[in-house]
């Protein structure tokens, strides 16, 4: 591996890292709002039909944010051809899908 | 009733983070045995609730350290195809074993976790110098213990991924990070530096959950108003346990907890009788 390419994988590298770190620190804010807003609702004995969308909506934020950041990083790898590391972003992501198809069987 | 158990769940969520992040645990090693010994709640409903808070505390923890290089995403990335692995199958069986059995298993590995946390030694590993090359998953970081950046090798693959799915599966049938079982693994045994493998595991036991909680969701697992109170406690706990856990260091905290989770095991080993 030439030192330019080397330096230029490094930068790609950071670049997502830290794009990765926005997603993450975006969804819990996004996550704490909701619950924080649906939970108090519930403690007042405001309508349920109010509060439980919220807090369901708070839980379900939570969750779809570290599949976000595996999403964007299948795209980050792509973006940079790093052709090896997208497959295996790819993998996690249809691991995933298997859970969420599992979960369907479930209901 | 209801609001006080709200409460009293907020609370151990506070402690839960506290204790996690001081010990670099998720936290749910607490948070279970407060719900399913404290507020009896079954099993599942207390391992549901401690995933959700693991999810909230990896994307806290992963947003606050990213731009360090201390993450390996790469690293990261490969593990989770196991731990997510692990955990769609830990998910899978938990939802076929009973209270009891899980509370059992519960016992165990809370034991095997208090050794090693006894055990866990800051292994430093051989690092090179910057110019190194780290191999295709390695990295470079700056080190504040050395002063300057170094670079370090994976070393034995197969060995890293395995611990990674055993971690994932625990972390499936318990509600628990599984980083306890990750982190001492890949520094030991993998070369990897203690503050990258911490860093490296918060990112992977948000994803390793993800990987579980929908299948205790859609079986109605999830007990919103108390899984909101835990995550909003966790969240703050872990908080304001990362700003004083970089200056307390106390060795004696992790001999106490130690201890406590030995008696957490116990009371599980009880509790499944």
Redesign the interface.
């Known amino acids: 591996m030439s030192h330019l390419s080397e330096s230029h994988d490094a930068r790609t590298l950071d670049r997502l890292e830290l794009i990765l770190g926005r997603i993450l620190g975006g969804g819990v804010f996004l996550a704490t709002v909701l619950l924080a807003v649906g939970l108090m609702l519930w403690a007042f004995r405001v309508e349920y039909a109010v509060s439980l969308p919220l807090l369901h909506a708070g839980l379900i934020a939570l969750i779809v944010t570290p599949v976000l950041r595996v999403i964007v990083s299948v795209v980050g790898f792509a973006l940079a051809r790093d052709w090896f590391f997208t497959l295996v972003t790819l993998a996690v992501l249809a691991v995933l899908g298997g859970t969420f198809w599992a979960a369907m069987l479930q209901r | 009733m209801t609001?006080l158990s709200?409460l009293f769940v907020m609370g151990g969520g506070v402690v839960a983070g506290v204790l996690g992040a001081l010990l670099g645990l998720g936290g749910g090693v607490f948070l279970v045995p407060l719900l399913t010994l404290g507020l009896g709640l079954p099993f599942r409903h207390a391992a549901a609730i401690s995933l959700?808070a693991v999810?909230?505390t990896?994307?806290?923890v992963?947003?606050?350290?990213?731009?360090r290089?201390l993450?390996n995403?790469?690293l990261g990335?490969?593990l989770?195809?196991a731990t997510?692995?692990g955990?769609?199958a830990g998910?899978?069986t938990a939802?076929t074993l009973s209270h009891q059995t899980l509370s059992t298993l519960f016992g165990i590995v809370t034991v095997l976790i208090a050794i090693v946390m006894l055990h866990q030694r800051n292994e430093l590993v051989a690092v090179l110098d910057e110019a190194a090359?780290p191999g295709w998953l390695g990295g470079r970081f700056y080190s504040y213990e050395r002063g300057r950046h170094v670079t370090y090798r994976i070393k034995r693959m197969p060995v890293a991924l395995g611990m990674s799915f055993l971690a994932g599966n625990v972390s499936g049938l318990l509600g628990i990070g599984g980083g306890i079982l990750k982190v001492p693994a890949l520094n030991v045994w993998c070369g990897v530096p203690m503050r990258v493998a911490a860093a490296t595991s918060s990112l992977m036991i948000?994803?390793t959950?993800?990987?579980?909680?929908?299948?205790y969701?859609?079986?109605g697992d999830?007990v919103?108003?108390l899984?909101?109170?835990a995550?909003?406690g966790v969240?703050a706990g872990s908080r304001a346990g990362l700003w004083v856990g970089d200056r307390a260091r106390a060795k004696w905290l992790k001999v106490l907890l130690a201890c406590v989770l030995l008696a957490v095991s116990i009371l599980m080993f009880v509790e499944a009788r």
């Open positions: 609001a709200v959700l999810i909230a990896s994307s806290m992963t947003a606050g350290s990213a731009g290089r993450i995403v790469r990335m490969v989770e195809i997510t692995l955990g769609l998910g899978l939802l090359d948000g994803v959950a993800v990987a579980t909680v929908p299948l969701y859609a079986h999830v919103p108003h899984a909101a109170a995550v909003l969240l």
